[in-house]
């Protein structure tokens, strides 16, 4: 009998550690500040276990029955604490509050387990060796549950069905306990029963976790995630939601493959369409190459400069199949050159001239970014246009940002061009703002490549009108040395957010 | 080789160990552009080599800071050739002298112009010239580029360096009443840039007290409002309010007013105007030729350099005026002449540091700190993805004797900087030493004037700064004070009276 107890010993003493270091592990991973996650873990798990301790003192009899139940106890607890924890997670409020209650309920638990254990046995065994045996093979489980945790339970198994299979082996040692202990036992039947009615439940569970982790990461996620990088400039994110592909750069919405054409289209036609001999075409920005696309449908173009700072983003839409079939493999064109710079150094350092730039930069959410619609920049831009050039900017929402919209109309107008505002509907983004600027009168193309899908000829002329809503703002132009832009725009967005 | 099993159990511990300790990035760096050792030759009489050759030129300008190129500047654009600038250092700028690695170029001393008013014309006229002012609109890629400033107190960074946040409201008060009187002090016309022009006897009660004193008698006792009032005299005077003229504190505020959000700036800081400057006059340029004396002929001025005597009509003496007594025979002895030591170093970082979550901004000032905080270069890179870049690290040592701290610019080697700096920036910056590569480390122990009470009314700079004679002193300490604009005034002002006296003599 002797080993088998210290083999309990060692077991339960690996399943308390092993819920501890679940507990610490999931609160990282969602809440992320893994060192004040792991502490404030194991200092409310080691402070229960002194409370179960302390408790320990008012159990005067039936202690194997107690015992028996403290372990059924810990298997249902302990075995659906990663799986409750995610659901918490992904559809209340309340997670931190559950965990810690969690954590505090298994600490009380395993706390009481011990000395518990330790009053059982103490007729058997003299108390130094009783103390000696039985902390030795506490410590030998946390060792052996601390290793097996990192190496094989979570690349293994995961935090959902590594508790699982731990909360089985609680109530496993609550089982066998029934015959270990079957003589200060007053009944032993009921509680096999229930020993087995708690397995079974675990083993559906742990057959189930795939399904029960999927469905509290679909509430975190909208869809599922494809491909998720972190390059030296950005974080790429392509999701995906049946036919629905969406790319994300550090969290902002860039497109979705559903209603992008609406957007690209309308950043390229209008403008393009109305250059009489297009040859050279200058984007910046558009490292989707959706843009490009676009441009393709122009026979007459013979080259297309493309400046994007990120080179992992312009290699993935030139080779992911996902994201050249969108972009129907432009960036293999030979039309098509790829220079990876900064923009702004580039446009000051570049002394070529085009007839038609595309400005397609993210919003201005920062100062960084903010340089690239100011007036020294547009300045800059605009002597690469040749005589019939044209310049479009994307310019954000002139209906959820409209100071920020007029401003960038503003600060092109200071820059010494004149400028034809327009704006179109993506599903995606709402209402959506794009300026044509140039030094010459603009006027709107009769004649569009076949096949579009959006922009029509005869839909054009209402691209150009503003409603009410959305009319001019009387705005200060974005400078390099007072840059209003960033503080409207991050107005503008607070204002609809609440 | 039989390990026991001891040594086995030592060895593999101390790798143990080793693996444990995550190191700090390796510092490289030392001490650059000494410039204490002429000096020292100039004020210890040391033997210099007499005259074998002589040269002669119309005028000789000592000194290639702004008011050496200045006064060079002035006489060249009026078709004036026949002069030598002499500077005792390898590479001309003064405080306004520059580096450059592959990074950026950096500045060492002076890193911006305000704005100038409309009544600081030499410098509109230079700025004109250089493409930085064109039909009245100043050049955007000049002007500091948002965000300028930040303050951090109370554990975070508040946009701007005047106090904003925290504010009690009898100190609020206290800025709005001092706004008040700097607004009247403004408006009377005696505080201007070039200070000359309004300098008025009106106000020489100011001069005579402290600007702490003056705060006190006009009832401003905000804690915060008197460390907003020391970082501006340590940033312009390298001095604390308490050893600074009123006049001088006033004037800091009530001379200024820009039309423009600014200041003028570039990554190596003034340097870019040097460069400039130099483009034009670097002919009549000579780097590394320290003037040991200067004696006064018959007919103008012997100059010693080396083994050549200058002979010249005219002398135009940019150098720090404390160096007079030293170099030019007769000259007696100066009073109301103080300077304050300064220590700048360039940091080079291979990774911008964690910074408490705020955007990053050209000028950064910790209110704790004894330093005046850093300047960051490549803030006036147009890039829009910065990784490595320079800061660099402003330091006036302007409390306590300002001979006490000469002495510890000397002494202490550049570990003990490098560790001071570090430590500095630790406070808001808690894993610089993670970024920091490069640390270089320049000691000023006279880097400009002090405007100490009495200074700018006193007799002595009031007589200097007439330009009698043909011995004419500009640089900007005669004002009292050491910025560029007045630098360069004075410059051109000695440059306009050579041309003046010689056109009469000639004409």
Redesign the interface.
């Given at each position: 009998m002797g080993i088998l107890l210290f083999i309990t010993v060692l077991l339960i003493a690996a399943c308390g550690l092993i819920y501890e270091l679940i507990a610490g592990t999931l609160a990282s991973y969602l809440l992320g500040d893994s060192v004040l996650q792991f502490s404030t873990i194991i200092g409310c798990y080691l402070f229960a276990m002194g409370i179960g301790s302390a408790l320990s003192r008012f159990i005067h009899r039936g202690l194997a029955y107690r015992f028996v139940w403290i372990e059924l106890m810990l298997g249902v607890i302990g075995g659906f604490s990663s799986a409750l924890l995610f659901l918490a997670f992904a559809y209340t409020q309340g997670f931190q509050l559950l965990m810690y209650a969690v954590v505090v309920a298994i600490g009380v638990l395993v706390g009481l387990e011990i000395p518990i254990l330790m009053r059982m046995v103490r007729e058997r065994y003299q108390f130094r060796d009783v103390v000696a045996h039985v902390l030795t093979f506490d410590y030998l489980g946390a060792l052996g549950a601390s290793l097996l945790f990192p190496i094989l339970l979570v690349p293994r198994l995961g935090l959902v069905r590594s508790a699982m299979l731990f909360g089985l082996i609680n109530v496993a040692v609550a089982l066998w306990s029934t015959f270990l202990f079957a003589k200060q036992l007053p009944s032993t039947q009921v509680l096999r029963v229930l020993c087995v009615v708690v397995m079974c439940g675990l083993g559906v569970g742990l057959a189930q976790a795939k399904r029960i982790t999927a469905a509290a990461e679909d509430n975190i996620y909208a869809d599922e995630i494809i491909l998720a990088r972190d390059t030296r400039y950005q974080h790429i994110v392509l999701t995906r939601f049946k036919d629905d592909i969406r790319l994300f750069l550090n969290s902002h919405l860039q497109f979705s493959s559903r209603d992008e054409y609406r957007y690209h289209e309308a950043l390229i036609h209008p403008g393009l369409s109305a250059i009489a001999t297009p040859r050279r075409v200058l984007v910046l920005g558009g490292g989707d190459g959706l843009a490009v696309r676009e441009i393709l449908k122009y026979p007459q173009v013979e080259s297309i400069t493309l400046v994007d700072l990120d080179p992992e983003m312009t290699r993935l839409f030139s080779t992911h199949p996902m994201l050249t079939a969108l972009n129907q493999k432009s960036f293999l064109s030979p039309k098509v050159q790829i220079i990876n710079a900064d923009a702004f150094p580039w446009v000051d350092s570049n002394t070529d001239n085009f007839d038609f730039v595309v400005i397609d930069f993210p919003d201005p959410t920062n100062y960084s970014l903010g340089k690239l619609y100011t007036t020294a920049f547009y300045k800059a831009a605009a002597r690469h246009l040749s005589a019939q050039g044209l310049m479009v900017v994307q310019s954000t929402s002139p209906m959820f940002a409209r100071d920020s919209y007029w401003c960038i109309v503003e600060t092109l107008k200071q820059a010494g061009l004149k400028t034809y505002p327009y704006h179109v509907y993506v599903p995606s983004f709402g209402e959506w703002g794009f300026v044509i600027a140039s030094t010459h009168e603009y006027t709107a193309p009769t004649l569009l490549p076949a096949g579009l899908r959006f922009v029509s000829v005869d839909g054009m002329a209402s691209m150009f009108q503003f409603p009410p809503d959305m009319s001019p703002m009387n705005v200060p132009a974005n400078r390099l040395n007072d840059q209003v832009l960033v503080r409207l725009y991050d107005q503008d967005w607070k204002d609809i957010s609440h | 080789m039989k390990v026991s099993r001891r040594k086995f159990l030592q060895a593999g511990s101390a790798a143990l160990v080793g693996l444990s300790i995550k190191g700090d990035r390796p510092i490289a760096g030392g001490f650059v552009n000494d410039s204490f050792q002429l000096g020292h030759q100039l004020r210890d009489r040391a033997a210099f080599p007499s005259a074998r050759n002589v040269e002669k030129h119309a005028v000789v300008i000592i000194g290639g800071g702004i008011a050496g190129l200045s006064a060079a500047w002035r006489l060249h654009k009026r078709g004036f050739q026949d002069f030598v600038l002499l500077e005792m250092n390898q590479q001309p700028g003064g405080n306004s002298r520059w580096g450059e690695n592959e990074i950026t170029a950096f500045p060492w001393g002076a890193h911006y112009v305000p704005v100038p008013g409309p009544k600081t014309t030499y410098v509109r006229e230079l700025f004109e010239e250089l493409g930085v002012l064109k039909d009245g609109v100043w050049d955007?890629?000049a002007?500091?580029?948002?965000?300028?400033e930040r303050l951090f107190l109370y554990g975070r960074w508040q946009e701007g360096i005047e106090p904003a946040i925290g504010l009690r409201e009898n100190e609020r008060d206290q800025f709005r009443r001092l706004e008040d009187l700097i607004h009247r002090f403004r408006a009377s016309g005696g505080f201007t840039i070039p200070m000359e022009r309004g300098l008025s006897q009106s106000h020489v009660d100011l001069d005579r007290i402290s600007f702490g004193e003056w705060l006190k008698t006009q009832g401003m006792d905000s804690r915060i409002l008197d460390w907003y009032m020391n970082y501006c005299c340590r940033d312009d005077y390298g001095a604390v309010a308490s050893e600074t003229s009123a006049w001088a504190g006033i004037h800091y505020f009530a001379s200024r007013e820009p039309e423009?959000?600014?200041p003028l700036t570039w990554p190596e800081g003034n340097g870019w105007i040097v460069k400039r400057l130099l483009e034009r006059v670097s002919a009549f340029v000579r780097n590394g030729h320290l003037v040991h004396r200067i004696r006064r002929t018959g007919k103008g001025f012997g100059v010693f350099c080396g083994e050549t005597e200058y002979q010249a009509e005219f002398v135009i003496f940019t150098a720090p005026t404390f160096l007079a007594p030293y170099v030019i025979e007769g000259f007696g002895s100066l009073r109301d002449f103080e300077y304050s030591p300064w220590l700048t170093a360039n940091l080079i970082l291979e990774r911008l540091p964690l910074s408490y979550g705020s955007?990053p901004t050209w000028d950064n000032v910790v209110m704790t700190s004894p330093t005046l905080g850093y300047v960051d270069a490549m803030h006036q890179?147009?890039?829009?993805?910065?990784?490595r870049t320079v800061w660099t690290f402003y330091w006036a040592l302007a409390d306590g004797s300002a001979a006490v701290n000469r002495q510890l610019l000397l002494e202490k080697d550049w570990n003990y900087w490098k560790e001071a700096i570090l430590r500095d920036l630790e406070r808001v910056h808690p894993d610089i030493r993670q970024c920091v590569s490069r640390i270089d480390v320049m000691r000023f122990g006279h880097a400009m004037a002090r405007p100490k009470p009495g200074a700018i009314f006193s007799e002595g700079r009031r007589r200097l700064a007439k330009l009698e004679g043909r011995l004419l002193f500009a640089n900007s300490d005669v004002s009292g004070f050491s910025i560029f604009e007045e630098a360069q005034y004075r410059g051109v002002r000695a440059a306009e009276k050579v041309l003046q006296e010689m056109g009469g003599a000639r004409g």
């Open positions: - | 955007e890629r002007l500091c580029f948002a965000p300028q423009e959000k600014g955007d890179s147009v890039r829009s993805h910065i990784e």
